[in-house]
């Protein structure tokens, strides 16, 4: 099964520390990261696809993502 997720953030290091954490997790970038103002908040925001190939299991909407 293929897994995909959006990470987002706001611009400063959590954001990257969220993207490390991924990698080394087995999840690897997908296309461009995202760069946007967020006008509700003031600040800008990150934003990074990552995917994972999981052998040997079935896709569930209940899996937990964050957990693969």
Not at 38 to 64: R, W
Request: with cysteine; net charge negative; glycine share 8%.
């Amino acid at each position: 099964m293929k897994l995909y997720r959006f990470l987002t953030g706001p611009d400063d290091a959590s954001f990257c520390h969220k993207v490390t954490a991924a990698l080394n997790k087995g999840w690897e970038l997908y296309g461009s990261p995202t760069y946007a103002f967020n006008a509700d908040t003031q600040h800008m925001q990150c934003g990074q696809a990552v995917v994972k190939e999981v052998e040997g299991k079935e896709y569930d909407p209940e899996i937990k993502l964050s957990e693969q």
